[in-house]
């Protein structure tokens, strides 16, 4: 939603078709470290070290988004012909769809990886006889979340973007930057939570 507001508003003005083609890179990438990466760091760190290190690292992330559109757009200013000017809008267009995909890609990558960290733990935290509940259960409540959590942060940032009777936008953080905060806590939040959780959680569970 963010990628397909105006860049006026504070978002990157994406036809469906770039977005797709973000969203492609960001598939491979995240599937190439997910295999080739994850067990490597698990073997070393373990799981709950993992997760608390992918997670802060998507908040970092996604706090950036953002701001991605006011720093590429400034290279998008100056003078000359048109079809200089029109050389210089496609350079800049190409660099931030790269510079999004990547940031994307690195944000999808955290993610991804706390995702893996948490269904390992959950399956890491009881007897394999009662596996089949708990996951159930870990299941029935991210399809609870997922589908709670676009519908919030839609109409959070739809909020956020809408112009006022007196002002264009609301003013930092409340304009375009409030979802992407908001989104932000709760990965830390999470993040802190995860450090309560016992060392033991790295081992499968002994019957």
Known sequence: ??????????GLGWTSNDIGEAMT??????????IALYPMLERR????????????GAAATI???PLLPRLLHLTT???????????Q???????????????SGVARVFIGMSFTSVSILINNCVASEARGTLNGLALATTGATRSFAPL????????????RQHARALPFPLD??????????????????????????????KS
């Open 89 to 103: 809008r496609l350079r800049a267009t190409m660099m931030e769809m790269a510079c999004v995909t990547a940031l």
């Open 77 to 87: 200013a100056g003078n000359g012909s048109e079809e200089g000017q029109q050389g």
């Open 63 to 65: 706090v950036a988004y």
């Open 25 to 34: 890179g960001m598939g491979v990438l995240m599937m190439a470290i997910q």
């Open 152 to 163: 919030f942060s839609g109409s959070l940032l739809a909020w956020s973007i809408t112009p």
């Open 1 to 10: 939603m963010w990628a397909a507001t105006e860049v006026e508003y504070g």
């Open 176 to 205: 375009v930057h409030l979802s992407f905060i908001v989104m932000a806590a709760f990965l830390v939040l999470t993040a802190w939570i995860a450090t309560r959780l016992p060392e033991r959680l790295n081992s499968q569970h």
């Open 45 to 56: 760190f373990g799981c709950k070290t993992i997760l608390m290190g992918t997670l802060l």
